[in-house]
């Protein structure tokens, strides 16, 4: 069965500072995809980024960046030089491809708080 | 392009009642899935409709059932409610029309989803 897990619940950070949030994931399938979404106050959910289970290689965007490490099932995501702007509730996601269909687990997310 | 719509925003239920959400995908996705999630949790997988076919279920009673039209928009109901059934609701599309490549790498575009509150 899929699993993930964010132990992380709340992180409050100073501007400008960085932080990393945690992900750790279970599956037995050996494809899969990995995501990061983002949930502002609205309510709705923003993709931020995919990796798949065969593409180990760290990704930097601007002041995101994912460290994607399958010998310890861990897609972690750093915020450098946190801003006001990113003060929401990020979620990891797995991804398989389930009796033909894809099927997407999440975790329970990390709120995050960045005070001006 | 407008992305995913969910209506209504809000709406405040007692229990033993029923309700119908609904949901626009965006334009040229073809698939549909649902989510709960109450608060301070994850999303959890309700159902996902394609072809105007519920083709996956998560953990959840017949009490919730749906459906999704011929042009992709779909709908939620529950039946009965309870004050367990208090949460965001959220509606995702995925896929393309004339066939999907990489199944497993669709990304969900979500909806703002509509705020459930039962009394």
């Known amino acids: 069965a899929q699993k993930v897990t964010q132990a992380q619940t709340e992180i409050s950070v100073v501007e400008k500072e960085d932080v990393t949030l945690d992900c750790v994931y279970e599956?037995?399938?050996?494809?899969?995809?990995l995501f990061w979404y983002k949930q502002p106050p609205s309510g709705e959910l923003v993709f931020l980024i995919r990796?798949?289970?065969?593409?180990?290689q760290n990704e930097i965007s601007g002041r995101y960046s994912w460290n994607f490490q399958k010998s310890t099932s861990s897609f972690n995501f750093t915020i450098t030089a946190s801003q006001v702007v990113d003060s929401a509730v990020y979620f990891c996601?797995?991804?398989?491809?389930?009796?033909?269909?894809?099927?997407?687990?999440f975790g329970t997310g990390t709120k995050l708080q960045v005070i001006p | 392009d407008a992305g995913v719509t969910q209506s209504p925003t809000h709406l405040i239920k007692t229990r033993g009642q029923q309700v119908t959400l609904r949901c626009s995908p965006k334009?040229?996705?073809?698939?549909v899935s649902w989510y709960q999630q109450a608060l301070g949790q994850g999303p959890q997988f309700i159902f996902q409709?394609?072809?105007?076919?519920?083709?996956q279920r998560g953990n959840f009673p017949d009490r919730f059932s749906g459906h999704q039209f011929p042009n992709y928009s779909s709908e939620l109901n529950v039946n009965a409610l309870l004050l367990g059934d208090s949460a965001l609701y959220l509606c995702?599309?995925?896929?393309?029309?004339?066939?999907?490549?990489?199944?497993?790498?669709?990304?969900?575009?979500f909806g703002a989803g509509s705020r459930l509150t039962v009394l």
């Open positions: 599956t037995r399938d050996t494809t899969y995809y």
């Open positions: 334009s040229g996705h073809d698939t």
């Open positions: 409709y394609y072809e105007e076919e519920e083709r």
């Open positions: 990796r798949n289970s065969f593409d180990e």
């Open positions: 995702a599309s995925s896929g393309y029309r004339g066939g999907e490549v990489g199944v497993g790498a669709n990304v969900l575009t």
């Open positions: 996601a797995l991804s398989d491809y389930s009796g033909g269909y894809q099927k997407v687990t």
